[in-house]
Structure formats: C-alpha cells, structure tokens
Nanobody, 125 residues
Framework: QVQLVESGGGLVQAGASLRLSCAASGRTFSNYAMGWFRQAPGKEREFVARITLSRGSTYYAESVRGRFTISTDNAKNTLYLQMNSLKPEDTAVYYC??????????????????WGQGTQVTVSS
C-alpha cells in the first residue's frame, strides 16, 4: 500500500503562484510514475501532469503547459506541483496519484492505483 497526503492549497488571486506537495509513504519503491489531477465543481477529474520516477520524464495537459512544473524529491518521497500565473479556471481540488504499472503513458485516471485526499486551490479574478 502507498499513502499519499497533499498540502499547499489555498486561496490566491489570478497571476499568483502556489506550490502543492504530496508526501508519499508505504511501499513507495513499487511506484513507476506519479501524477497530479484536478476536479472542478460539476466536472470530471482531469489529468494535469505526470512524472516517471526512473527517468524523470514529464508530461503536461495543454491547459497548464508552460505554467505548471511537476517534480519530485526522491530523498523525501515527495511530489511537487509548482503552479505559476494561476487563472480562475485553475480552481479545483487537486489530487496526487501513484501508479505501479511499468508500461502506461500515465495520462488517465485508470492508470493510477493510489490517490491522496485532495487539496483545494481557489483562484480569484
């Protein structure tokens, strides 16, 4: 089992920055990739970004590319999401997730096995 705990959400104005953190514990050595998803009220949970843990390969949703950066600190078993130039449409609950599949592209919810409880990000205009 892997436990994931997100932190760092909050209320900010448009144009501001936030950094989300996701602390992983448990059988973290079994993870091949980690990702961030978000869910706005009344909408489906959507992919935001992912990173493979062996090569550090990253991929972003088009809506956040160039503004968000995903990274890891393997020594601390922590995943980060640096969010710059935030927009009101970035308002959502943000979830981190971990995948134990070695062969997935890691763009969809079904490819992830473990999820955190989520952290709220609200961007005011």
């Amino acid at each position: 089992q892997v436990q994931l705990v997100e932190s760092g959400g909050g209320l900010v104005q448009a144009g501001a920055s936030l950094r989300l953190s996701c602390a992983a514990s448990g059988r973290t050595f079994s993870n091949y990739a980690m990702g961030w998803f978000r869910q706005a009220p009344g909408k489906e949970r959507e992919f935001v970004a992912r990173i493979t843990l062996s090569r550090g390969s990253t991929y972003y949703a088009e809506s956040v590319r160039g503004r968000f950066t995903i990274s890891t600190d393997n020594a601390k078993n922590t995943l980060y999401l640096q969010m710059n130039s935030l927009k009101p449409e970035d308002t959502a609950v943000y979830y981190c997730a971990a995948s134990v599949s070695p062969y997935s592209p890691y763009y969809t919810r079904g490819e992830y096995n473990y999820w955190g409880q989520g952290t709220q990000v609200t961007v005011s205009s």
